[in-house]
């Protein structure tokens, strides 16, 4: 049988699903996609994920992009408590991992870009309306997500599953980044936790490699 191939690399999005697949033991071959080469931009990577990003999991014929839905696929394949059995339960994981996608991390992601992904990639100064916009929008997420873990150790309350982490992809930059998060206790603990996890904070196949300029 062939290996699952994961496509990757020390970014915040791929480093989900490194992530989850490291946790839940899933038996994948990672595959080091060079961005700074562009290495995503070549007809072959093309091929299995015409967006031109990672993560990608390729599993015989199957191919998965989208963090979260790798991590799901990944979860549900290893039979992991990552992806919780009652419907009740997997729609609220559907509901903060969107929420992390749509909002959370949309805005956390636009700190990224302008303050981690420019310098590194040549793409020129932050720029500061963007900064000032997104900084704005990230606190409000950053409030829903304190309130809601205000009595709760994960998302979901007792159990941790995939949709942490999703919602956590950026956090690993939130110094780099600037994001400004001290202001939220709950989420602070929280965050704590999921850092406290093996599989997140070595996600990767090489124990030295390190995220991107975090
Ligand atoms: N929504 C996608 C986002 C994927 C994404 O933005 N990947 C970044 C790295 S974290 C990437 O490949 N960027 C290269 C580019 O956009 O040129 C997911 O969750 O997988």
Not at 15 to 28: E, K, Y
Not at 138 to 166: I, M, N, P
Request: hydrophobic fraction near 45%; charged fraction near 20%.
């Amino acid at each position: 049988m062939k290996p699952m191939l994961l496509y990757y690399y020390e970014s915040p999005n791929a480093r989900t699903a490194c992530a989850v697949a490291r946790h839940v033991r899933a038996p994948v071959e990672f595959v080091r996609i060079e961005l700074r080469q562009g290495e995503h931009r070549r007809p072959e990577f093309l091929a299995i994920n015409p967006n031109g990003k990672v993560p990608v999991l390729v599993d015989g014929d199957t191919t998965i992009w989208e963090s979260p839905a790798i991590a799901a696929y990944l979860a549900q394949k290893t039979g992991s408590e990552l992806w919780p059995s009652a419907p009740s339960q997997q729609v609220e994981l559907l509901r903060w991992t969107h929420w992390g996608a749509a909002h959370f991390n949309r805005h956390a992601g636009s700190l990224f870009f302008e303050r981690v992904a420019k310098p590194i990639f040549g793409l020129g100064a932050p720029d500061a309306a963007t900064v000032e916009e997104a900084g704005k929008h990230l606190r409000h997420f950053a409030k829903v997500l304190d309130t809601h873990l205000r009595e709760r150790r994960y998302l979901l309350g007792d159990a941790l599953s995939t949709a942490d982490f999703a919602v956590a992809a950026m956090l690993p930059w939130t110094r780099a980044a600037q994001l400004p998060l001290d202001d939220y206790a709950h989420l602070g603990q929280w965050y704590a936790r999921i850092e406290a996890l093996p599989a997140w904070r070595q996600p990767y196949p090489d124990a030295d490699a390190v995220d991107m300029a975090a």
